[in-house]
Each structure stands twice: as C-alpha cells, then as structure tokens.
C-alpha cells in the first residue's frame, strides 16, 4: 500500500513558526519585565533639564529583539503576514494582561501570603497597560510599513538601510507612544501618577536611542540571518 503523506510526515524547512512564536515571547517576556523601573546613575540636573539618572525599564532587556523578528517577518513573509503576527502578538499581550486582572482581584487562600507581593509586580495598572499595547502596535506596524515601502522602491539592494530606517522610525513612535501615556499627565485619564516632564523626556530619549543602538550592534547578526531564512524557505 502507498504510504499516506500527512502534514507531520511532509517535509517542511519554514521556520515562519518558530519566528513568530519567538516574536510572540519576548513581547510577553518584555512586558512583564517593564513592570519594573531601573535608574542608572545619580540625580544630575542641568537647566532644569534631568540628565540623570537614566530611566528605563526591564522590558528593555529583550524587546528591541522583537524589532529583530519583525523585520525578520517583514522582509521574508511580506507585510501581510507580518502584520498578522503583530496583532496576534497584540491580542495575547491584551488576554495576559486581563488574565493579571482576573488572578489579581480573585480572593487568595489564607495560607498564602504573598497577595501583597503579587499585586504590586503584576498587579495591572491601566495606563500602563494602555501604554504598552498602543505603543507596541504603532511601532511594530510602522517598524514593517516602513521596510516594506522601502524595499518596494529600491528592490532588494540596501537592506541594511531598511532595518534601520524602519527601526528609528518604528522605536520613534512605540517609545513615544508609551512615555506619554505611561508616565506624562496626558495618561492621567488612566488613572496613576504621572512624573516631571523632564522624567519623561530622559525615559523617552534613552528609551528610543537604547533601542535603535540595540538594532545597530546586531545589524551584523540581522544581515545574516535573514538571507539564511529566505533560502530556507525557498528549498
């Protein structure tokens, strides 16, 4: 009897699943990571102007790498599936965060004493949810807009350019995004406190050349990587 070909005994080389599982987890790492604030550096001040400590968060550790990924997905698979992926991030990020609310508000047992605890890393705060997930989605969705249209108008040539034009332009929306949310008196309507405007700027400005630094260093490894995936979806 011929045997029966079946999608686990077809031989398959796209690795399209594991990218956007990758990109998927570290947006969830990433997000639970930002729940804490880190300052480098003593309190300086020049003009009014806070130079530092310099203000970040631990999501900052591994996001820039989704940038990585997603230009990854924009570059390969097109901006359509790029775009699916950026959502489907953004709707697990959206049922994490309600999942929080849920096990945040749900009675502990007596036994376990760590409610406190609980609710002040995980505990979700409106604004910054928001935040988060409005800032994400502009930046991701511009990050691919942005290689795509440039790839369109000069081919496959300068993809060194692409990466980094569609990240500056892509970190530029999502970190600005956040930082005013999050942190500035126009994300009062969420509830929370917002910090100085000077605050905000340093969040920001670090926030943003952090994440663009990030793509440059790997620029190298992205360079490679990516015409590595497309040869093995084309084989």
């Known amino acids: 009897m011929p045997q029966l070909t079946t999608l686990e005994t077809r031989p398959n080389r796209s690795v399209y ?3 956007v599982a990758a990109f998927v987890g570290m947006l969830l790492i990433s997000n639970i990571g930002a729940t ?3 300052a480098f550096g003593p309190d300086w001040s020049v003009g009014g102007a806070q130079l530092l400590p310099i203000l970040t968060d631990g999501g900052a550790i591994l996001f820039p790498l989704t940038y990585i990924l997603g230009d990854v997905l924009a570059e390969v698979y097109g901006l359509r599936r790029a775009n699916r992926t950026i959502i489907t991030g953004f709707v697990l990020a959206a049922v994490m965060s309600l999942t929080f609310v849920i096990v945040d508000i749900a009675p502990p047992s007596p036994d376990w004493p760590n409610q406190d605890a609980w609710h002040t890393v995980l505990g979700v705060v409106p604004r910054f ?3 988060s997930l ?3 989605l502009a930046g991701q969705l511009l990050n691919a807009l942005v290689l795509v249209r440039i790839k369109e108008r000069w081919g496959e040539r ?3 350019v692409r990466l980094i034009t569609s990240t500056i332009v892509g970190e530029l929306a999502d970190t600005a995004v956040f ?7 126009l994300g009062n309507f969420l509830g929370g406190d917002a910090v100085p405007w000077p605050a905000v700027i340093n969040f920001f400005l670090v926030g943003w050349i952090y994440k663009v630094v990030v793509e440059a260093v790997m620029l190298p490894v992205t360079l490679r990587v990516i015409p590595w995936v497309k040869r093995r979806e084309a084989a």
């Open 179 to 185: 930082s005013l949310i999050a942190w500035s008196t």
């Open 158 to 160: 300068h993809l060194w």
């Open 129 to 131: 949810v928001v935040a």
């Open 134 to 136: 409005l800032g994400y």
């Open 36 to 38: 804490k604030l880190i």
């Open 17 to 19: 699943d594991l990218v």
